[in-house]
């Protein structure tokens, strides 16, 4: 009697085992993300596209439409998954509220996987490593050659930034903050700013374009390592997409093709200008 107890007990033990086992199955959400973006056969990228050479609008055959560096890799990402690339356009401080209420399926608007933004998002591998400088009007070239020098300055970066943390942290000038990097040069040519803090790539670009206008001054901005890499923005539970957009990063760096991309944005603006100017 006993063991025939001992035996029952042991079968229960077991049901109730397994019955736990796919109770909790049951409870895991399946990461679907690739299917659903390919079910309705479209990839929706949310960018800020003031921000060239990463992204910004031209018109082109008489419409209006947004490219650059990261919309020329987004691309590349949708072609992967076969589907259509939509994007969409907004400030750069609501692309992740954006993503994180399913408005779109990535970020890429020259984000850097800060550790406040880790805390609400997920971030492929880097592909494009950023310094900062601080952009200024031609004719103050040599204003400002130390952090000495923005004491008392009117200083512009672009809200929710890296850019804005460092204008704060390592200057001594008045910062103001505004939602378009486009808005901000606007007004240091206007003399409404004295310069303006951006990513080298970005002082870069407006230096190619617009020689007699803009220079970068002489002082000098530490990027901190938090700071300094840019990167796709993704929902922390979309891993398969996560690692479909990892896959294509990883296939454009190999294969060199990534610096090509970067190129092309430039050849881009170079022919059709920048609409936003």
Do not use: H
């Not at 031209?58 to 490219?67: A, C, D, E, W």
């Amino acid at each position: 009697m006993k063991k025939w107890m001992k035996k029952s007990w042991l079968v229960a033990m077991g049901l109730v085992m397994v019955l736990s086992i796919g109770l909790a199955g049951c409870g895991k959400s399946s990461d679907n993300s690739v299917k659903k973006i390919q079910d309705k056969g479209t990839l929706t990228v949310g960018t800020s596209a003031d921000y060239a050479p990463f992204e910004f609008p031209i018109v082109k055959n008489g419409k209006k439409q947004i490219t650059g560096f990261d919309i020329l890799i987004a691309q590349k990402i949708a072609k992967n998954l076969g589907v259509k690339l939509k994007v969409q356009n907004t400030e750069f401080s609501s692309l992740i509220s954006d993503l994180k209420g399913n408005k779109v399926d990535l970020v890429m608007a020259g984000m850097v996987s800060t550790t406040p933004r880790k805390k609400q998002v997920a971030f492929s591998k880097s592909y494009y490593t950023v310094k900062n400088v601080l952009l200024v009007r031609k004719d103050e070239a040599n204003k400002f050659n130390t952090i000495a020098d923005t004491k008392g300055a009117q200083i512009g970066a672009q809200q929710t930034t890296t850019q804005e943390s460092i204008a704060k942290d390592q200057t001594k000038a008045n910062v103001v903050s505004e939602g378009l990097v486009t808005s901000l040069t606007t007004e240091l040519l206007k003399g409404k700013l004295d310069g303006v803090v951006v990513e080298n790539e970005i002082a870069d670009n407006y230096l190619k374009n617009y020689p007699d206008k803009y220079a970068v001054a002489k002082v000098s901005l530490t990027t901190p390592k938090s700071q300094r890499y840019i990167n796709v923005a993704v929902r922390k539970g979309d891993k398969k997409l996560l690692n479909r957009v990892n896959k294509v990063i990883t296939k454009l760096q190999k294969s060199g093709e990534m610096n090509k991309l970067l190129q092309k944005s430039q050849e881009i603006q170079s022919k059709y200008g920048d609409s936003t100017k």
